[in-house]
C-alpha cells in the first residue's frame, strides 16, 4: 500500500478526551461538536503521538467533519524528537524548559495560553483542511491543536481524524535518480502525491468495503441501501438498531418466505414479541369448529386464503404501528393470502378475540350485567355484581 505503514486514528470519544486538553467541546456518538455558547471558541489539544522513532518523517493527515458556512477550523502542527523545549515562563520573565505534554496536561495553565505555545515553538499553521501530505514535519513526536471557530449556533462537527506515518512516496518505487532532494526530485515528489492520494483514497475504501456491508459496523444510510439489494422495503420504518437486527436475521426469514415461520418471525423483530399466528388449517381442524361454525369465521375469516396474526396491544403503541406491522407482513405472506391483523386488549367483548391467559384471566366469581353508566345499553361489561351501576 502506497501511505504510511502505520497511522494513528482519532474517532472515538475516548481517543479524544484521552491524554488531551479540551474546552467547550460536546459529544454526540463519537463526534466531537463544538460548542459555543459561552461566547469563546472550542479548542482540542492532544498530547503526543509518538512514532516510537526519531527523526520521523510523517506522511499523510486526513480530517473528516461538517464545516458550516460562517465557521472555520485552525489547525496546528508541531514534531520534534524531544519533549523538552523552551517556553515563556508563567511569570512572563524570560524563558523555561518544558515538557510539552506536561504543560498542556496542566489544568492550572489557561487553554488559550497553550494554544499561544504553538506559535512560540514554530508550529506549522493550516485553515479548513481536509488532508494534509505532512512531508515537511520531522520528529518522533507530533502534537496537535485545533481551534474550532463558530459565528452562529451551527456546529462544526469533527467525525475522525487519521494520522499516518512513516513517509511513504511513489518516488520510493522508482531508480534512485528520482529520488535526489531539492529541485526537480521534490517536485516530482510532491507532484505524484497528487495521485498517491487518490489511489490510496480508492485502496481504503476497497479494503474497507466489508465493513461497509457488515450490519453492526455501518451506518444508516448504508444499512437502508444494503436493505433495498435485499429486498426489504420501507426500511425506514425500522429503528437503527431493529433494522441492524433483521438484516442479520433476513436471509433465514426469506428461506421460508411465505411460510407461517417467515411471518412470526419478521413481527417478532419489529414488535419486540412472537405473535399467535392462526392458518385456517388450524381453524377447521379445531374438533369444535363445527359447532361454532359462524363464530369462528368470523373471527377467522371463512376462506382458505385468509390467515390471523395476534399481537397484545402493549406491542402497537399507536395506528402508525399497526398499519407498519401490517406492511412488513405483506413483505413476507403469500402474495394471495389475506393477513387479519389482531390486537387485543385489556376487555373482553363478546364475540370478540378473547384468550385466558392472554387478555382475559380466572380471578373469582362474576356476572354479566348491563353497564348502566354507558350511554349505549347494548354494551356489556363483565363487572363484580356486587358493585352499584
Known amino acids: 500500500m502506497a501511505s504510511g505503514a502505520k497511522y494513528f486514528i482519532l474517532n472515538r470519544e475516548d481517543d479524544w478526551k484521552y491524554k488531551s ?20 471558541n472550542s479548542v482540542y489539544i492532544s498530547s503526543s503521538f509518538d512514532s516510537l522513532q526519531n527523526e520521523t518523517v510523517w506522511h499523510r493527515m486526513r480530517l473528516n467533519y461538517e464545516l458550516p458556512n460562517d465557521a472555520l477550523l485552525k489547525l496546528k502542527l508541531y514534531t520534534s524528537d524531544s519533549k523538552e523545549v523552551l517556553i515563556p515562563a508563567l511569570n512572563g520573565k524570560g524563558l523555561v524548559e518544558s515538557n510539552i505534554d506536561d504543560y498542556i496536561l496542566d489544568e492550572n495553565i489557561d487553554i488559550n495560553r497553550k494554544m499561544d505555545i504553538f506559535d512560540h515553538i514554530g508550529a506549522q499553521k493550516f485553515e479548513n483542511p481536509t488532508d494534509i501530505l505532512m512531508f515537511n514535519l520531522k520528529g518522533r513526536y507530533l502534537w496537535i491543536c485545533m481551534e474550532l471557530i463558530n459565528y452562529s449556533h451551527s456546529q462544526i462537527k469533527m467525525k475522525d481524524v487519521k494520522i499516518e506515518f ?9 531508480p ?16 505524484l502525491g497528487i495521485f498517491q492520494s487518490i489511489y490510496v483514497d480508492l485502496e481504503d475504501r476497497i479494503d474497507n468495503t466489508p465493513v461497509q456491508f457488515d450490519p453492526e459496523m455501518t451506518n444508516k444510510d448504508f444499512l437502508v441501501w444494503i436493505s433495498r439489494w435485499l429486498s426489504i422495503k420501507d426500511a425506514f420504518i425500522w429503528g437503527e438498531e431493529k433494522l441492524k437486527t433483521l438484516l442479520k436475521q433476513v436471509t433465514n426469514i426469506y428461506k421460508s418466505k411465505g411460510t407461517k415461520q417467515s411471518v412470526s418471525r419478521i413481527v417478532e423483530e419489529f414488535a419486540g414479541v412472537e405473535p399467535i399466528v392462526v392458518e385456517q388449517f388450524d381453524v377447521k381442524n379445531n374438533q369444535n369448529y363445527e359447532i361454532q361454525k359462524n363464530h369462528i369465521e368470523k373471527l377467522f375469516g371463512d376462506n382458505g386464503y385468509v390467515f390471523t396474526v395476534i399481537l397484545s396491544e402493549k406491542f402497537v403503541n399507536s395506528p402508525e404501528d399497526y398499519i407498519e406491522i401490517l406492511r412488513i407482513i405483506n413483505t413476507v405472506k403469500p402474495i394471495d393470502s389475506i393477513c387479519n391483523l389482531v390486537i387485543l386488549n385489556d376487555k373482553i367483548y363478546l364475540d370478540h378475540h378473547c384468550y385466558i391467559g392472554i387478555n382475559s384471566y380466572i380471578a373469582k366469581n362474576c356476572e354479566f350485567v348491563i353497564d348502566a353508566k354507558k350511554k349505549d345499553s347494548n354494551t356489556l361489561m363483565l363487572v363484580d355484581a356486587n358493585v352499584n351501576v
Open 21 to 40: 486538553a479540551i474546552q467547550n467541546v460536546l459529544f454526540e456518538g463519537d463526534m466531537l461538536l463544538s460548542n459555543n455558547k459561552s461566547g469563546e
Open 176 to 191: 534512485e535518480i528520482y529520488k535526489e532532494h531539492g529541485g526537480k526530485g521534490s517536485f516530482l515528489e510532491r507532484f
Open 166 to 174: 512513516p513517509k511513504v512516496t511513489f518516488t520510493d518505487y522508482l
